[in-house]
């Protein structure tokens, strides 16, 4: 193989995140060996996805933020599927594609679209100054997602219990200095925007916390989804995993003994041949 040809194969992959050669792995730069022990997992994501170290508390933030998505029980799709993969016989890692698998548009992707939304409403300049206004605009913009305002409301909680703690931290952190602080409070102003136009509260839920804070962290909206990934992956594995000691076998979304709505032809048979 000639110069050209060696040249061309090197730059088939081309990337900045690792560098591997004998007996040397390097992340951005820095020795694997020397990493390992003195830094934690959140500070790898942050270099491997930003190319440097965060600070503590751009660290301490982030991983709060992605802990409110880390579970949220077995009526969650992604965590059901996962464990039912699970009584099918299949190993831990298909049981967790199959659950993150499904973190779609729908469920799971409205951390993305809030901050497609608060970042967009903050790009614009929209005022803020007259709630019912801005209410207005936002349900305007909402269409664009079947009508539905992502990260406010919530399918089971009246009022998502993560979504204080998440802004109370996200506060702390804007009187520091440590963020900016105009993403969140957006997704505040429209919380009260949105109650100002429908004329009844919709609280916010943890995906514009989250995203809020994500914003504020300088990441982009569709690293808002791998996030989200990548928290809810620790309670997919926790589940497959309870799910596997209970030697349960083919287990279906409800109980074998349940009956479903059947909408097809009465019974019939084949005509008679001639």
């Known amino acids: 193989m000639d110069h050209t040809q060696n040249a061309e194969v090197a730059d088939w992959w081309r990337t900045s995140i690792c560098e591997v050669k004998p007996n ?102 929209v005022a803020t100054d007259d709630p019912a206004a801005l209410g207005r605009e936002v349900l305007e913009r909402s269409k664009v997602y079947g009508g539905f305002v992502p990260g406010y409301g919530h399918r089971f909680h009246q009022r998502d219990p993560r979504s204080p703690r998440v802004l109370e931290l996200a506060e702390e952190a804007v009187r520091r200095g440590d963020i ?53 992956s620790l309670g997919i594995v926790a589940h497959a995993w309870e799910q596997s000691t209970r030697k349960e076998r083919i287990k279906g979304p409800v109980p074998k003994s349940s009956r479903y709505t059947y909408e097809g032809p009465a019974p019939r048979t084949l005509s008679e041949p001639t």
Request: with cysteine; hydrophobic share 50%.
């Open 180 to 232: 900016d602080g105009k993403y969140v409070r957006m997704a505040q102003q429209v919380e009260a925007a949105i109650a100002a136009a429908k004329g009844k509260p919709i609280p916010m839920n943890v995906d514009a916390a989250a995203g809020a804070v994500y914003l504020e962290l300088g990441f982009d909206p569709p690293m808002g989804r791998a996030l989200l990934v990548l928290s809810r």
């Open 24 to 125: 040397s792995i390097r992340m951005r730069g820095y020795a694997i060996e020397e990493l390992i022990g003195r830094i934690g997992f959140i500070d790898m994501l942050w270099l491997l996805v930003r190319g440097d170290l965060p600070t503590a508390e751009q660290a301490r933030l982030l991983e709060a933020a992605m802990l409110g998505g880390v579970d949220h029980g077995p009526h969650a799709p992604s965590i059901a599927i996962a464990r039912m993969a699970i009584t099918c016989g299949v190993s831990m890692n298909t049981a967790v594609a199959e659950g993150v698998g499904v973190l779609g548009d729908i469920h799971g992707g409205a951390i993305e679209q809030s901050m497609e939304l608060l970042r967009g409403l903050v790009d614009d300049a």
